[in-house]
C-alpha cells in the first residue's frame, strides 16, 4: 500500500528528500508523474489510468506534506523499509488504507517508474 502523511506532520521536510520516486511534496506545491522518475509524455499506469507524464498535477493538500499515492512504492526496490516513516520525527508517515497494493504491485510501480 502507499504512506499517506496525516495532518500531525510538523513540516519539517525531512521525508522529502528522502524519496526515491519523488513522491512527496511540500503542501501546495504542484507536482508531475515526471518528477524524478523516467515517465515522459502520455503513459498509462499500471493501476491503467491514462496520464500526461508532465502535465502539472493539483496539490494532494495544501496545509501539510503530501504523497502521490500513484508515484509512492513504500520504497521496495531501494529500501528495506520507506524511507519517509524511517526519518518522521513525528511518526505521521502511515500506511494509507485506501491504497492497499501488494508487494508485487508495488515492485512493478517501481520498475515502470524506474526501468533504468
Known amino acids: 500500500m502507499a504512506i499517506i502523511i496525516t495532518d500531525e506532520c ?8 528522502e524519496c526515491p520516486n519523488t ?4 503542501g501546495a506545491d504542484e507536482w508531475r508523474y515526471s518528477d524524478g522518475t523516467s515517465l515522459e509524455g502520455n503513459v498509462v499506469l499500471p493501476n491503467g489510468k491514462e496520464v500526461d507524464a508532465n502535465e502539472v498535477q493539483v496539490p ?10 500513484d508515484k509512492c512504492t513504500e520504497c521496495m ?5 520507506p524511507q519517509c ?5 513525528v511518526d505521521c508517515c502511515v500506511p494509507d488504507d485506501d491504497h492497499v ?6 515492485l512493478a510501480k ?7
Open 10 to 17: 510538523i513540516n519539517c521536510g525531512a521525508c522529502e528528500p
Open 23 to 26: 513522491a512527496i511534496y511540500e
Open 60 to 69: 494532494i493538500s495544501d496545509e501539510v506534506y503530501y504523497i502521490s499515492p
Open 77 to 81: 526496490g531501494f529500501h528495506e523499509e
Open 85 to 89: 516513516a524511517a526519518v518522521c520525527p
Open 101 to 106: 497494493e501488494t508487494e508485487e504491485v508495488l
Open 110 to 116: 517501481q520498475r515502470f517508474m524506474h526501468p533504468e
